[in-house]
């Protein structure tokens, strides 16, 4: 018999528990008496929570329970339990030395003499911590994957609606600015004709929203810094809060470039700024700042790699509670009065990040504010100054001989009106298919202009087979859709929906398209529309 065995041998029962209790450090395991003061304490109690022996002996267990727990009398129950169940057994929040807390596993068993009466308990405690937190990251990582889900089916929902309803958007605008020109000089007309273009026009900045949250309106990108970029709409954003409002502005004096639509951003940038003053009715401070971060995968969903411009907007109003925020991004939810809010505000930011490469987090404590914080890419180029676009002069293009394609009825009698008023002769298709058999009969076509979202053939489809057929026929793509304009590989001109007819002018002014046969007389079974 070894020296070890020897040893052990020689033990008691009792002190071969207690050399096993003091080996275990990773569980606090010790005594209580019956009343709940500690009488003994093992190594793996001062690990977990921090007490030496000589801190802890002969004081009561509630110590390292919670404030809220031991006012709700919760180390009383434990032990109540334990007595009259033979066992108390739960998770919870633990209280160590320091102050801080942990998540613990306890069972506590009471302790019984040969007559049955509770002379202690025996209490085990596991720091279960680290699985707490993996739990809450999962749980958090599951609840991104559903809002992320849920938020595409909405979005999918909502540009399908948006592009229809653009669809329309462009049959009334469009008749309406015709039916100006025809008219009588009358000043009631004339307002009721106003008021109407406005609703209208109203409706058009909506169907942007909706499409800008479902990703599907066309950015036009460019790499700019964004200290000057605020710097130039302060007096917008400042008459847009009123004067009871401090907007204090925080950047860096080195801060990296982005690459974002200038327009959308700046709207964004409103948005949220009126947010912040809606949450705050009595008046206080927003402040927008930005600054340098690297992808925060764990709560941003971004690439951890990669480089990031946060710009924040931050109130000190209302705030808003759990609820409220999840549904905050969500299209036409709003906290606001009936006629105070779309509720597309802040879903438009959501996909303005989005489609910038980006991300909208949102974080909130009821009556402590909101925080919104706009994650966009830093760009790899530099910022160049742009020379400010002229406008295109309001004038009429020369006559041509134009194809107007649209699936939709509406939309493809007001083109043609347009087209009509504007001078020019006018064959109508419906489908890609019809285009081009006129196309095939006709020699005399000048210029295409058609729809992108067409059954059976697109309007980009249809343009590559003129590319190819008919290369010197240029096509204008008229389209509410942006995630059209990526997958176009042949550079088509492009017409947004809904559009004016000197929007259509500028658009056909900026092509130039050659005249093919001026002088070609149209045969009497192909005549096509022409201006009246």
């Keep these: 018999m070894d020296r070890v065995e020897r040893y052990l041998a020689s033990l008691t029962e009792e002190g071969r528990y207690r050399l096993l209790i003091e080996a275990v450090i990773d569980y606090a395991i010790f005594l209580l008496d019956p009343s709940g003061i500690v009488t003994t304490w093992n190594p793996g109690a001062q690990r977990i929570k921090g007490y030496r022996a000589d801190e802890i002996i002969g004081e009561h267990f509630s110590r390292f329970y919670t404030e809220q727990d031991q006012e709700a009398g919760l180390p009383a129950r434990a032990l109540a339990i334990a007595k009259h169940e033979g066992k108390f057994e739960t998770e919870g929040w633990r209280v160590r030395k320091d102050g801080s807390q942990f998540w613990a596993y306890v069972v506590i068993d009471p302790i019984r003499s040969p007559t049955g009466e509770i002379i202690g308990f025996a209490k085990i405690t596991r720091d279960l911590t680290e699985r707490k937190e993996a739990e809450k990251k999962l749980e958090n990582a599951r609840e991104f994957s ?58 058009t900045t909506l169907t942007k929203r909706m499409l800008a949250f479902a990703r599907n309106y066309e950015l036009n990108k460019e790499v700019i810094a964004i200290p000057e970029l605020v710097r130039g709409m302060t007096d917008l954003l400042q008459r847009s809060i009123g004067p009871s409002y401090n907007l204090e502005t925080r950047f860096p004096l080195a801060l990296k470039p982005v690459e974002v639509d200038a327009n959308q951003l700046e709207l964004a940038l409103l948005n949220l700024t009126v947010n912040a003053r809606d949450a705050m009715p009595n008046g206080g401070d927003i402040i927008l700042a930005a600054r340098e ?87 790899k180029g530099s ?87 008919w290369s010197d026929i240029p096509v204008l793509l008229a389209t509410g859709y942006a995630d059209m304009a990526p997958r176009d590989e042949i550079g088509l001109a492009k017409l947004t929906k809904p559009y004016l007819p000197q929007e259509l002018t500028a658009a056909i002014l900026r092509m130039n398209p050659p005249r093919r046969k001026p002088d070609r007389v149209v045969p009497l079974h192909s005549q096509p529309r022409t201006a009246k």
Excluded: C
Aim: net charge negative; proline share 3%; hydrophobic share 40%.
């Design 146 to 203: 559903l809002q992320a889900q849920k938020l595409e089916a909405i979005g999918q929902l909502t540009g399908g609606i948006a592009h229809d309803f653009n669809n329309l958007l462009t049959a009334v605008l469009g008749s309406l600015e015709l039916l100006r020109k025809r008219l009588p000089d009358d000043p009631k007309s004339a307002a009721l004709l106003e008021n109407a273009v406005r609703g209208a026009q109203r409706g």
């Design 293 to 379: 971060e690297r992808g925060a995968a764990a709560y941003t969903g971004l690439d951890e790699a990669g480089k990031y411009i946060r710009v924040s907007v931050s109130d000190t109003g209302e705030g808003m509670d759990d609820e409220t925020l999840r549904k905050a991004t969500e299209p036409f939810f709003t906290t606001k009065g009936v006629g105070k809010g779309t509720g597309l505000g802040l879903s438009m930011v959501h996909g303005f990040a989005e489609q910038s490469g980006g991300r909208l987090t949102l974080y909130s404590e009821k009556n402590r504010g909101t925080t919104a914080e706009l994650w966009l890419p830093v760009a």
């Design 383 to 469: 910022v160049q100054t742009v020379a400010t676009s002229q406008p295109v002069p309001a004038k009429s293009t020369r006559p041509l001989t134009v194809l107007a394609v649209d699936d939709d009825a509406l939309v493809l009698m007001n083109t043609v009106a347009m087209l009509e008023d504007l001078g020019h002769t006018v064959f109508e298709a419906s489908s890609g298919q019809e285009a081009l058999e006129i196309l095939r009969r006709e020699d005399s076509i000048d210029l295409v202009v058609t729809d992108q979202a067409m059954p059976k053939m697109t309007g980009t489809e249809l343009a590559k087979v003129i590319r190819n057929e």
